[in-house]
Each structure stands twice: as C-alpha cells, then as structure tokens.
C-alpha cells in the first residue's frame, strides 16, 4: 500500500466533492477510454498512468472520488446548506462550505484504505481466483450504506421491489442489447485481429466510453446510466470465450449477464436509492455482484 496514494486519496475525495461525484465519475471515463486505447495502441506505461492512476487511483477512482463525493453531498443536506442529500450532479464548492469538502476528503481516504486493506486481501484473487469482484464497485457501495448510516436516513426508501411497466420493460431491452452490441463487436473484432491486441482493456474501454456519456444525464438528459451493463457484458465475453473457446457461447452469456446486473441495479434503485437522504449507487451494487458471478463461472 502507498502512503503516497494514502494522502492523495484525500485530495480526490475532496476535488470530487468540490466539482460534484458524477462530474468525478464522468472524468474517471475519459481517462479510461484514453488509458485503453493507449494500451491497445501499445503505449503500455502510459495506460497503466492513465488507467490506475488516474482513472482507478486516487484522483478519480471511484472508491475514492466518487464515494467522497457521495458522502459530501449527503453531509451538505445534513448540514442544511442543501435541501437533496442524493443530488450527486451538483459541485458541492458552490455551498461555501469547507467542511463539506472536508468530509469528501475523509471519505476518499475510506475508501482507499477499505480497498487495500479489505478487498485487495480478500476478493481479488487471494483467496480462490473464483472470489473475485469489483475492487471499486464494492468499496463504493459498502462507503455509501456507511454515509447513509452516518448522516441519518433509513435504509430502504422505496416500496416498489422494481420498476413498473414501461420502465421494466425498457430496462430488460437496454439490458440485452447494450449487452448484445457490446459481445458482438468484441467478437467482430477478433475476426480480424489477435486477442492480443486488445490488450486485458475492453471492458476498461466499455466502461469508460458508457461514463463519459453521463455527461448527457448531467445535462439534464434522460440519459439511461449503462456503466452497470457493459462492463459486466464485456467481462463475460472476454472470460467466457477465454475459458471455453466458444463464441456463441460467449455471447449468449454476456447477454444474460448483462441483463441481470441491469435487473439488479433497478431492484436496488427502487428499494433503497429512491430518497434523498443520500445516494446509494445501484450500478456500483449490480457491478460488484455480477463480477463476483462472472469469476466464479469464467475465472480469469
């Protein structure tokens, strides 16, 4: 563990306080698409700067920035100085509140340390290559269920288990067929060149591209966050077909799975997201959980 990052971690936490948690998020996209490509392109030192330093470190690693941002928000509600503790899209330097920022900065060092200390000992390999998840996904889910019972609020604000009607209905078709275009370029691509040249960086790639396009929701479009989605459909494309050499296979798998985290992230949206105490990311939950389901039937 890096004390250097240590520290840094508390400068994330409050730079992503200070421009707002989606804002982070949308930033940790653009430096993930630039670090894959860069891998792709062979620029191997550069992508690990991009892409675990920047991208998944302490600038704006989720676990870090956007988790510090969450807990910030949650705090100015609080604190009075705002009346939506859920509002992730607002930069939390326009309430002239230092504290605020303050409070971002200790919860980016939290999630620094709960990775290091907790997941990277335990779901990352150490145990069984099967016992793997999403380093960042799990820390900025257990981080906002300890803002939510830090900063007041009850657990479970929704009576609805999921979305009703229409809005099911369009999750399931986003599901399958973000999950569908994002397996079968994979595919398409490897009819033309080696595995190799992707370089272990799609689903980097994939996620990075679905973040930046929040910016659209933070514009004020209704943008459908996907981030959930594709990542899970890329891993599982990538490590199924890696484990069973079948393409077909592959992709009718990454449909599956990419559909259920989208489920998932719904499920958790109506049940305990749907306030605004505080905002509890239901693609961080469906991230952590599918990737665990992911490992434990394709290892990689």
């Known amino acids: 563990m890096s004390i250097i990052n240590l520290i840094a971690a508390f400068g994330g936490g409050a730079f992503a306080a200070s421009i707002g948690a989606l804002p982070a998020f949308i930033m940790t996209g653009v430096f993930a698409v630039v670090g894959a490509?860069?891998?792709m392109c062979g620029a191997g030192d550069a992508s690990n700067i991009l892409v675990n330093y920047f991208a998944f470190g302490s600038f704006f690693g989720p676990h870090i920035a956007f988790a510090g941002g969450v807990a910030a928000a949650a705090y100015a509600k609080k604190?009075?100085?705002?009346?939506?503790?859920a509002d992730i899209a607002t930069a939390c330097a326009g309430f002239?509140?230092?504290?605020?920022?303050?409070?971002?900065?200790?919860?980016?060092?939290?999630?620094?340390?709960?990775?290091?200390?907790?997941?990277?000992?335990?779901?990352?390999?150490t145990i069984s290559p099967r016992?793997?998840?999403?380093?960042?996904?799990?820390?900025?889910?257990?981080?906002?269920?300890?803002?939510?019972l830090v900063f007041g609020g009850k657990l479970r604000t929704g009576d609805k288990v999921a979305s009703q009607g229409g809005a099911f209905g369009n999750t399931i078709v986003i599901g399958i067929c973000y999950s569908l275009v994002v397996a079968g370029v994979y595919f398409a691509g490897l009819e033309v060149v080696p595995i190799e040249t992707f370089g272990g960086l799609y689903h980097v790639l994939i996620f990075g591209m679905a973040a930046v396009g929040l910016i659209f929701a933070e514009i004020g479009q209704p943008f459908f966050g996907c981030h959930h989605?594709?990542?899970?459909?890329?891993?599982?494309?990538?490590?199924?077909?890696?484990?069973?050499?079948?393409v077909w296979m592959a992709l009718i798998m990454a449909i599956i799975f990419g559909t259920i985290s989208?489920?998932?992230?719904?499920?958790?949206?109506?049940?305990?997201?749907?306030?605004?105490?505080?905002h509890i990311d239901g693609p961080a939950c469906a991230i952590f959980i599918m990737t665990f389901v992911v490992n434990a039937c394709f290892p990689a």
């Open 79 to 85: 604190k009075g100085v705002s009346e939506n503790g």
């Open 37 to 39: 490509v860069a891998g």
């Open 131 to 148: 016992l793997v998840t999403d380093a960042p996904g799990i820390t900025v889910f257990c981080s906002a269920i300890l803002v939510r």
């Open 96 to 125: 002239n509140a230092p504290d605020v920022l303050i409070v971002g900065g200790v919860f980016g060092v939290i999630g620094f340390l709960f990775k290091e200390l907790v997941v990277m000992n335990l779901f990352a390999g």
């Open 262 to 278: 989208a489920v998932i992230c719904d499920v958790e949206t109506n049940l305990i997201n749907s306030g605004t105490d505080s």
């Open 229 to 246: 989605i594709v990542i899970i459909a890329a891993e599982t494309a990538v490590q199924c077909y890696n484990n069973t050499g079948n």
